[in-house]
């Protein structure tokens, strides 16, 4: 089967997600070509284990993003089958438009593939998982961190082919980042606070232990709407669904809509006061204490780590 | 010399909403379906609440029209008389029994196909729905129709004939510039939402809800690519350890680093 991979690049390279693919292109038994938008991480991509060709994909349409200019050069360089890339915002919409272009299906956020085509991906925001299968051409984007990655020592050769396509959506203006703090979509280890912290202020003790062990700082969707936190920070069914390596809970209860939004994390930590809050059932390690009792012990340990 | 004032042109805009269960529902599995019947409450998906007031905003500032496309079942009435309560100007609800049996193509091209029909050069939608979370649907129908589609946009206003949109960057944020005919899809935006008055009820339950097939709107829909095979309760996770009071704390540290490894 012919499997064609998206690369997701970052600003200066390839991003991590982009060997995950591979290896989901791999367990379906084909050595995938990679396209690399606007050739960024070509080098990077023929290193992994696995890859049969890597195609820088160059043209003006690069410079800024535009999905649909994106998936009329990608599109024009993909072959036919099964086109691979990852569920990031970018990634979905470029998969939506190659999918519509082809009249194919489309199928996001897959979080396993077998040959087959079997297809296993979360619905109602992991409150139930679906199995499919799909026998003709499709695009499917895979949930970072669901899958684990190629290793490196590939050599595929690298070549270069030259399409763009007229840009819809011109930028104005760009705006920089107020903090220079994590994203929790992007973040190994994730702290999370919730109505239980009393109020906004007591953020800046998450932050500190954040700052300490290079987390992202999360927050429920009670306290985002309550206190005016940025969405950015919401995790949930309505905010970000994260999949980090750990995840602390401080005072957050786990309303049905946030369990939805962090149940896929590899660890999780609950510290709650309530013994009977919802949060313990998906916690690995259940602390039952106030936050003003426990994350001062939290920062002690935590520095004798570093 | 006072510089002519710019009145601006009537701008229509058609909404794309779609019905889910409410994020605070029960999901329950009973055979290897999801099942519906046990859903205890249907709303119109979050993000798309936030696209409907963004239009809402827009068309009763221009006086432009306010056409609500949305693609489901009967119960599918319901929300669309709750979107003409807040100020929907034209209802259209394309009449399909079982989403679930469309591929995101199928859905893609029966609004793509509804939109033309409104006429309105401007579509405004969730970046997501709450059910499948996949965000296909915006670029998918902007595809379709050929325009320009911007995702996740969390402001947006009119400028002549086109779309400003801020969206987010890797850095930060941006402002892009779309022209129409174009799809906005939108993230949570800063403004709230508005709740409707009892006129407004009461004037929405007499609107008139325009009902299309696949047919009339010259649209084969054949046998979905895609074959649900099952549905299934997420994994149990296997019961975690609980412990008492903050003393245990470094406890937990010790096996998030030796165990876990994760720290």
């Given at each position: 089967m012919d499997v064609t991979v998206?690369?997701?690049?970052?600003?200066?390279?390839?991003?991590?997600?982009?060997?995950?693919?591979?290896?989901?292109?791999?367990?379906?038994?084909?050595?995938?070509?990679?396209?690399?938008?606007?050739?960024?991480?070509?080098?990077?991509?023929?290193?992994?284990?696995?890859?049969?060709?890597?195609?820088?994909?160059i043209g003006d349409c690069f410079e800024?993003?535009?999905?649909?200019?994106?998936?009329?050069a990608l599109g024009a360089a993909a072959g036919q089958g099964v086109i691979l890339a990852a569920a990031t915002p970018k990634g979905r919409e470029i998969a939506a438009r190659l999918a519509s272009r082809r009249s194919i299906p489309v199928i996001q956020d897959v979080t396993d593939l077998a040959p087959g085509i079997e297809i296993t991906r979360p619905i109602y925001s992991g409150k139930a998982i679906e199995t499919s299968s799909c026998a003709g051409d499709c695009v499917i984007t895979l949930r970072p961190n669901a899958f684990e990655p190629a290793g490196d020592g590939g050599s595929a050769e690298v070549s270069t082919v030259n399409h763009s396509a007229d840009v819809a959506v011109a930028i104005q203006e760009a705006f920089e980042k107020a903090s220079e703090r994590l994203d929790v979509a992007e973040a190994d280890i994730i702290i999370s606070g919730?109505?239980?912290?009393?109020?906004?202020?007591?953020?800046?003790?998450?932050?500190?232990?954040?700052?300490?062990?290079?987390?992202?700082?999360?927050?429920?969707?009670?306290?985002v709407d309550e206190w005016g936190l940025p969405h950015s920070m919401q995790v949930g069914q309505t905010g970000k669904t994260v999949v980090p390596q750990l995840y602390i809970a401080v005072g957050i209860s786990g309303a049905i809509q946030h369990l939805a939004g962090m149940r896929s994390s590899k660890y999780i930590v609950a510290i709650n006061k309530d013994p009977d809050a919802p949060i313990f059932s998906v916690a690995d390690y259940g602390i039952v204490a106030t936050w003003e009792d426990a994350l001062p012990v939290l920062t002690t340990e935590l520095a004798k780590l570093q | 010399?006072?510089?002519?004032?710019?009145?601006?042109?009537?701008?229509?805009?058609?909404?794309?909403?779609?019905?889910?269960?409410?994020?605070?529902?029960?999901?329950?599995?009973?055979?290897?379906?999801?099942?519906?019947?046990?859903?205890?409450?249907?709303?119109m998906s979050p993000y798309d609440e936030f696209a409907l007031e963004a239009a809402l905003q827009?068309?009763?500032?221009?006086?432009?029209?306010?056409?609500?496309?949305?693609?489901?079942?009967?119960?599918?009435?319901?929300?669309?008389?709750?979107?003409?309560?807040?100020?929907?100007?034209?209802?259209?609800?394309?009449?399909?029994?079982?989403?679930?049996?469309?591929?995101?193509?199928?859905?893609?091209?029966?609004?793509?196909?509804a939109v033309e029909r409104s006429g309105a050069g401007i579509v405004f939608c969730g970046k997501q729905a709450a059910d499948t979370n996949s965000g296909?649907?915006?670029?998918?129908?902007?595809?379709?129709?050929?325009?320009?589609?911007?995702?996740?946009?969390?402001?947006?206003?009119?400028?002549?004939?086109?779309?400003?949109?801020?969206?987010?960057?890797?850095?930060?944020e941006e402002r892009v510039l779309v022209d129409a005919p174009c799809v906005i899809a939108f993230d949570k935006t800063r403004t709230d939402l508005r709740r409707p008055n009892v006129r407004g009820i009461m004037m929405a339950k007499k609107k008139q809800i325009e009902v299309l097939t696949a047919a009339d709107l010259g649209v084969g829909i054949e046998v979905g690519k895609v074959v649900v095979n099952a549905h299934a309760p997420p994994a149990e996770k296997p019961a975690g350890q609980k412990f008492e009071g903050a003393e245990s704390v470094p406890e937990v540290v010790t096996m998030l680093r030796k165990e876990a490894k994760v720290l």
């Open positions: 998206i690369a997701e690049s970052t600003d200066d390279g390839l991003h991590p997600v982009t060997a995950q693919l591979v290896a989901a292109a791999s367990a379906l038994g084909a050595s995938p070509t990679v396209l690399c938008p606007g050739g960024r991480g070509a080098s990077e991509a023929a290193a992994i284990e696995g890859v049969g060709r890597v195609v820088s994909v800024s993003f535009d999905g649909g200019a994106w998936a009329a919730g109505r239980g912290l009393g109020n906004i202020d007591n953020f800046t003790h998450l932050e500190a232990i954040a700052d300490q062990i290079g987390a992202a700082v999360g927050a429920s969707r009670a306290v | 010399m006072a510089r002519p004032e710019r009145v601006p042109e009537m701008v229509d805009i058609a909404v794309l909403l779609k019905q889910v269960p409410d994020t605070n529902a029960k999901i329950t599995v009973s055979g290897d379906r999801v099942d519906e019947n046990a859903v205890n409450k249907w709303s827009i068309t009763q500032a221009t006086g432009g029209s306010l056409k609500v496309i949305s693609c489901g079942p009967a119960r599918v009435t319901k929300m669309l008389t709750d979107a003409a309560a807040v100020g929907a100007d034209t209802l259209t609800h394309i009449m399909v029994d079982d989403l679930t049996s469309l591929d995101t193509t199928q859905v893609q091209t029966l609004l793509a196909a296909s649907t915006g670029p998918g129908v902007a595809e379709i129709l050929g325009s320009g589609c911007v995702t996740l946009v969390s402001e947006v206003s009119i400028e002549g004939d086109a779309c400003s949109a801020l969206r987010p960057t890797s850095g930060g």
